[in-house]
């Protein structure tokens, strides 16, 4: 048995939905489960996301988007400056360029303005707009920030600036008072779509002012609409596909830049290349110093300037790397230590030293290890406050939740499953007991247990080019798209090993009703150690084609294993047991012993573990129910090992039947010995058997104990008589079968048992454990 990491839980696909959609479109069944799965449940909405040709929608449905394009043409036909307020994320860093290059373009007088994260924190703040009142700006445009902005808005407006707010933030109960608020989730929203990331909403204003859509912005909006997670369908959607394609092609020096410094072909650009290449980077630098180098290299035309930039960034992303390994370190051993999570339904933890600025990403990080709601925190115990970030898991939203903490949040904001905040040191304590409080209302036990859903339940046969090509009509993935991951279940390893420099990936081939799949596991190296070669397996991952020398096959990423079944893992041979330890699971582990005097020769440090089991009722009292036993030496009987599992359904056994000494490969003699030696016993007399014992062992080619042992059934059974070594032949003697010799049965039981127990083939040896486990026979001493 080998369990998940997570919860697997298969979408349930309606079956006519299904027929219909296949029949309609022509498509797969698994494309049509995976649109189905995504809401997509009619012909016309699977045909529009499949092969539409998707509108944006009009920008002047967003409220106050008429007001906002007539201020920003006023200021641009007086020249009056112009400032783009804007935050440090990818987002945030992608909104600005949109409208930096927007109202450069229709020739207004413009700058941009990013707060730093560590002296000014998130969102507008009232110094920065004094400071902007006196530099001579009249007009301050915020993007991907501002909707909780409500004291900076009153300053403003106090100052004689003109506010315009773009964010896409949840609206907190009290809306700031600008001159206007574009943003798909006010109340009295009339927009179509509503999941638009904050440079998707700045992208909507650019397409107000052109009065035409900026195509050849959209290599930009599509980088913070993938980086910031927002859900991938209707707008977003479009965005993210016509966006990819011009990357693909993009002419911009920064993005040039950057993806030759990261080693990324721009053919081969996906939605990945921004999750894990672009947006770090871009990221980085906000979170490290300031993110105005990342708008400064999306802007250039020069190409220096736009190397030199890129390799300044992706410095700044190994080292943010290095960091946040540090903290995660720090913080693991935090939780560990003093907020364990059988006590904390939420992660509040912090420390002073820690940087603000990846904080994030180590909750993230702690999310994934203990899955619990998680804030990290940096202290500044000079000011006397702390800045963080938080992540959720289902079931938790975070910001309704922290929405009932106000009192103690000055500055807080987010989404249901991420958010950000400023508080003071001494209100931290009081904020993780709410929470946890909230929490253990809200939330129940299985909550905390990781859930993977999975799109559907896959036969390898039904696995092949056409179906994974066609795969391809629902990208880009992403929020409420996600890549589609399946299930292929209890199926054969036809083989498995470990790949990689450090032997830390995982490389299968994996087979049913004669089709094969190739699988990998990256980071999933030792999960060998825990897979018996004939356990049938389960696996859960991401279909993809691997393209190698022109040679295209299916193989699946694989994410999780599982093995529903007990297995038998065979160490048989095994000098050192303790070599193995590493590989035996520490949970509910269990040494069984059937000799006390072994333990010594085999490992002293067993004492204080392994269980004694020496006779049958220790065995039928042993509970090997779900436990990972490992038989250390040889039982003296088939009977005791089926009494030890007899119906208790193991987890795993590992057989490792040490034997000092072994029986099995001396002569068992058969009848035609037994003849030979009686005949010469009755032809030559009385012998002495101590002096000429090895004679006629070498005569016959025996050895010496076969002779010894030969003497002593037939003193057993009364055909001899062994005196001070000499051995005579009793003609009187009554006449047995050399089965009522107790030294022939034990001869040949310990035969029998080392041949069924440690010569056995591994597939022989599982066979009777399934049969003892399963109570389907009854095994009894092989003794006839």
């Keep these: 048995m080998l369990k998940s990491k997570t919860r697997w839980i298969v979408r349930k696909s309606d079956q006519q939905l299904v027929k ?181 909403v700045a992208f909507k204003l650019a397409h107000a002012l052109y009065g035409k859509v900026p195509e050849h912005l959209l290599e930009i909006a599509v980088i913070g609409t993938i980086a910031d997670l927002v859900s991938l369908k ?11 394609e011009r990357l693909k092609v993009t002419a911009n020096k920064g993005l040039k830049a950057i993806l030759k410094v990261s080693g990324v072909e721009q053919q081969s650009i996906t939605e990945e290349t921004i999750g894990f290449t672009l947006a770090p ?116 939203d975070l910001f309704k939740n922290l929405s009932t903490c106000r009192d103690i949040l000055p500055h807080f904001g987010g989404h249901p499953m991420a958010a950000g905040m400023t508080l003071n040191l001494e209100h931290v304590s009081e904020l993780r007991s709410r929470l946890n409080n909230l929490a253990n209302e809200q939330l129940l036990a299985e909550d905390f247990v990781p859930v993977t859903l999975l799109d559907h339940q896959i036969n390898i046969e039904e696995i092949n080019l056409d179906a994974l090509d066609e795969l391809n009509l629902l990208a880009p993935f992403g929020m409420d798209n996600p890549k589609p991951k399946v299930l292929i279940n209890n199926v054969q390893i036809s083989t498995m090993r470990k790949i990689g420099s450090e032997q830390n990936h995982l490389k299968v081939l994996v087979n049913e009703n004669g089709a094969n799949l190739d699988g990998i596991g990256f980071g999933l190296g030792k999960l060998y150690d825990h897979i018996s070669p004939a356990s049938k397996i389960s696996l859960i991952g991401e279909l993809a084609i691997n393209e ?129 030696f009686y005949a010469f016993l009755l032809k030559k007399g009385p012998i002495d058997i101590a002096r000429h014992g090895d004679e006629i062992a070498k005569h016959r080619g025996w050895s010496t104990e076969t002779v010894t042992f030969m003497s002593k059934v037939f003193s057993e059974l009364g055909f001899v008589t062994i005196n001070n070594g000499f051995i005579t032949l009793n003609k009187q003697s009554q006449k047995h079968d050399l089965t009522d010799s107790i030294t022939y049965q034990t001869k040949q039981a310990q035969f029998a048992l080392e041949r069924d127990l440690l010569f056995s083939s591994f597939q022989q040896l599982k066979s009777w454990f399934d049969q003892v486990i399963e109570e389907s026979v009854t095994i009894e001493e092989a003794i006839k």
Aim: proline fraction near 5%.
């Design 548 to 676: 190698w020398n022109n040679i295209r096959k299916p193989q699946i990423f694989i994410q999780d294993v599982a093995v529903e079944s007990w297995q038998l893992f065979d160490h048989r041979g095994v000098k050192r047991i303790h070599s193995l330890a590493h590989t035996i699971p520490i949970e509910n582990r269990k040494y069984i012993i059937f000799n006390k005097e072994q333990l010594n020769k085999i490992d002293p440090a067993l004492s204080n573990e392994a269980i004694l089991i020496q006779d049958e009722m220790d065995a039928k009292a042993f509970d090997s129910h779900q436990a990972n036993v490992v038989l250390v030496d040889f039982p003296p009987s088939k009977n005791l090992l089926c009494h030890l599992f007899n119906g208790k359904q193991p987890a795993r056994i590992y057989a490792y039947f040490y034997k000092e000494s072994s029986d099995f490969f001396s002569t068992m003699p058969t009848r035609d010995h037994f003849k030979w």
């Design 20 to 200: 219909t959609l296949e029949t309609e479109l022509k498509i797969t069944p698994l494309v049509a489960s995976l649109l189905i799965n995504r809401g997509l449940d009619t012909v016309d909405s699977a045909r529009y996301f499949l092969f539409g040709k998707e509108q944006f929608h009009d920008p002047y449905l967003l409220k106050g988007m008429d007001i906002a394009v007539n201020r920003i043409r006023e200021a641009i036909a007086k020249q009056e400056p112009i400032l783009i307020f804007g935050d440090y994320d990818a987002d945030g860093v992608s909104s600005t360029t949109v409208l930096m290059v927007t109202l450069r373009e229709l020739g207004a007088n413009v700058q941009f303005y990013i707060p730093n994260r560590f002296t000014e924190g998130y969102g507008p703040n009232e110094s920065a707009f004094r400071r902007a009142a006196e530099s001579g700006i009249k007009l301050i445009i915020t993007v991907d920030t501002g909707i909780s902005a409500v004291n900076e808005a009153a300053i403003a407006k106090e100052m004689g600036l003109d506010l315009i707010i773009t964010d896409h933030h949840e609206p907190g109960p009290i809306l700031p008072e600008a001159l206007a608020i574009i943003h798909p989730k006010l109340p009295d929203s009339i927009y179509p779509f509503r999941e638009l990331a904050g440079v998707g």
């Design 281 to 396: 980077r871009i990221n980085a630098v906000g979170r490290l110093e300031d993110a105005g180098m990342a708008v400064e290299l999306l802007l250039t035309d020069d190409p220096y300037e736009a190397e030199t930039l890129a390799q300044e960034m992706d410095e700044l992303n190994k080292t943010r790397q290095s960091i946040v390994n540090s903290i995660t370190l720090e913080a693991i051993e935090e939780v560990e230590k003093n907020y364990p999570i059988q006590s904390n339904s939420v992660l509040v933890i912090g420390k002073e030293g820690w940087n603000a600025g990846v904080v994030g990403i180590v909750a993230s990080r702690l999310v994934e290890k203990f899955y619990r709601p998680t804030i990290v925190l940096s202290f500044d115990q000079e000011k006397g406050i702390a800045k963080g970030s938080a992540r959720s898991i289902a079931g938790f």
């Design 234 to 244: 209707d707008e977003n959607r479009l965005i993210a596909k016509k966006g990819l």
